[in-house]
Nanobody
């Protein structure tokens, strides 16, 4: 069993920055591939970014490349999402997810992840 708790969401103006955190407990954190997904009202939950257990490999959705950075601190059992140059279309509930043994072609699929946090709201005003 893995518990995930997100924090750091809020209201920000376009062009601003926010940093999300996700604290994990349960299984060995360094074994988990961690990811961020987001869901806007009336839309499906979409992949944002993922990071392998060692932190050596990261993956991003095209819509956030160059603006968002995913990182992790295995000593603190925490994964981060640094969001810069925010746009109104980044407005969504952001979810942290965890999974083990995810193939390279599956890191952006919701079904690859076993555990999910409850989400944190990010609102970007224009």
């Amino acid at each position: 069993q893995v518990q995930l708790v997100e924090s750091g969401g809020g209201l920000e103006q376009a062009g601003g920055s926010l940093r999300l955190s996700c604290a994990a407990s349960g299984r060995t954190f360094s074994s988990e591939t961690m990811a961020w997904f987001r869901q806007a009202p009336g839309k499906e939950r979409d992949f944002v970014a993922a990071i392998r257990g060692s932190g050596s490999n990261t993956y991003y959705a095209d819509s956030v490349k160059g603006r968002f950075t995913i990182s992790r601190d295995n000593a603190k059992n925490t994964v981060y999402l640094q969001m810069n140059s925010l746009k109104p279309e980044d407005t969504a509930v952001y979810y942290c997810a965890a999974g083990i043994g995810i193939a390279y072609y599956g890191f952006n699929r919701r079904t690859s992840y076993e555990y999910w946090g409850q989400g944190t709201q990010v609102t970007v005003s224009s």
